[in-house]
């Protein structure tokens, strides 16, 4: 048997409402210029529109009766995805690096992984720290903790970096995590 696999299809947000798909019976018109017409039909104000070969658009539905503008509503949209996209834009993306120790980690292991640390942190990335017990390590959990200890107490003597533990070590199955974020 064959199955089928369907592509979703993405819903388009429903934008604001315009022309015959505003449905009061009356609405407080705004012109073309900005100014305050006053409350009359729907019906009116669509040929109020249509005679400026422009849309009446409903810009505040929930107020009563719902305000209705003259408005192109194609250079309406296009404004409202320009201002969507800019805000997009500035929002700051924190990504978080997972960083994994093991038990018996060697010296430069542990130094080029500090290294990693310093690096990500001073990019304003989080750290997420893992250290994964296996077999016969999982009778010594004080050690494993001890070491997540020692690597976070070094990340806090560099003199570029301002430490702070978002998430306190946890330890689930033999698997310790901490999450660590430079507030500077």
């Given at each position: 048997?064959?199955?089928?696999?369907?592509?979703?299809?993405?819903?388009?947000?429903?934008?604001?409402?315009s022309n015959t798909q505003i449905r009061s019976e009356q609405v407080?018109?705004?012109?073309?210029?900005?100014?305050?017409?006053?409350?009359?039909?729907?019906?009116?104000?669509?040929?109020?529109?249509?005679?400026?070969?422009?849309?009446?658009?409903?810009?505040?539905?929930?107020?009563?009766?719902?305000?209705?503008?003259?408005?192109?509503?194609?250079?309406?949209?296009?404004?409202?995805?320009?201002?969507?996209?800019?805000?997009?834009?500035?929002?700051?993306?924190?990504?978080?690096?997972?960083?994994?120790?093991?038990?018996?980690?060697?010296?430069?292991?542990?130094?080029?992984?500090?290294?990693?640390?310093?690096?990500f942190l001073s990019k304003e990335n989080k750290i997420k720290l893992?250290?994964?017990?296996?077999?016969?390590?999982?009778?010594?959990?004080?050690?494993?903790?001890?070491?997540?200890?020692?690597?976070?107490?070094?990340?806090?003597?560099?003199?570029?970096?301002?430490?702070?533990?978002?998430?306190?070590?946890?330890?689930?199955?033999?698997?310790?995590?901490?999450?660590?974020?430079?507030?500077?």
């Amino acid at each position: 048997m064959r199955i089928k696999f369907h592509r979703v299809e993405q819903k388009e947000k429903k934008f604001f409402k315009s022309n015959t798909q505003i449905r009061s019976e009356q609405v407080f018109l705004i012109d073309e210029t900005g100014e305050n017409v006053g409350v009359m039909t729907t019906q009116e104000a669509i040929a109020r529109a249509k005679e400026l070969d422009l849309d009446l658009v409903e810009v505040n539905p929930k107020a009563e009766p719902p305000v209705a503008k003259i408005v192109d509503l194609g250079q309406l949209k296009y404004e409202h995805e320009k201002k969507l996209h800019r805000q997009k834009v500035m929002q700051k993306k924190i990504d978080t690096k997972v960083i994994r120790l093991s038990f018996r980690i060697s010296e430069h292991d542990f130094g080029f992984r500090l290294a990693q640390a310093e690096k990500f942190l001073s990019k304003e990335n989080k750290i997420k720290l893992e250290l994964i017990l296996r077999g016969r390590e999982k009778q010594y959990p004080q050690k494993a903790r001890e070491i997540v200890d020692n690597f976070v107490a070094q990340l806090r003597q560099k003199p570029d970096l301002v430490v702070e533990i978002e998430q306190a070590l946890t330890n689930q199955g033999g698997r310790f995590t901490i999450v660590l974020v430079n507030k500077k």
